[in-house]
Each structure stands twice: as C-alpha cells, then as structure tokens.
C-alpha cells in the first residue's frame, strides 16, 4: 500500500489549507485513515483519525480541524482552518489496512505545512 500526499504549503496566520492522501495498490482494504504531524524537535502525534464510524481529534485542532473520507477513492482529507504558528510540521498521512490476514501500518512520504505570524 502506496500512500502519497499533497496540499501542504505555506499560509498565513488564521488561513486555511486542505491535504489529501490517496492510497494506492492491491489486494488491501482499509480499517482507518488519518494524519499525524511532527514538529521539529518534537514527537510525531496523533492530529486526527477516522474509521468510518469514529473520528477522533488531538485536543489543539478541536474545531479547527476536519477530517473526511471518500472510501470510493481510498483517500482521507484534512480541512485546516484558523491556522496557528504551532500549527507547523510536516504532516504524514496514515492508514491502518488489512492485506491477507494481518492489518499493517502504513505512511506516506509527509508533506510540510508551515504557518507564518
């Protein structure tokens, strides 16, 4: 399972983006979806996940942040809005998936976002 991600950018303070992340290949079906990010010096977190029947959100994006999914095209979006300067990282799609018998974790290449003051 191939994930590849796109929509990051550069934006100012209090504006928006929106990230996609398509997963491609075969033989797989996917459990969950979602977005982490990491901050330089930091720890990768969790931003938000959806498995189709619940979504969760870190605490800092609550409200802000929304996450959707077309499972017709096995891609997960992220609508960013109210950006803050602590909202800078790369951002990395990620998908729980089950291939054969086993569910594996996958991620994609990450995408920078940076948000200036």
């Known amino acids: 399972v191939q994930l590849v991600e796109s929509g990051g950018g550069l934006v100012q303070a209090g504006g928006s983006l929106r990230l996609s992340c398509v997963a491609s290949g075969s033989g797989f079906s996917i459990n969950a979806m979602g977005w982490y990010r990491q901050a330089p010096g930091k720890e990768r977190e969790l931003v938000a996940m959806t498995s189709g029947t619940n979504t969760n959100y870190a605490d800092s994006v609550k409200g802000r942040f929304t996450i959707s999914r077309d499972n017709a095209k096995n891609s997960v979006y992220l609508q960013m809005n109210s950006l803050k300067p602590e909202d800078t990282a790369v951002y990395y799609c990620?998908?729980?998936?089950?291939?054969?018998?086993?569910?594996?974790?996958?991620w994609g290449q990450g995408t920078q976002v940076t948000v200036s003051s």
């Open positions: 990620n998908t729980n998936a089950r291939v054969g018998l086993a569910n594996w974790l996958y």
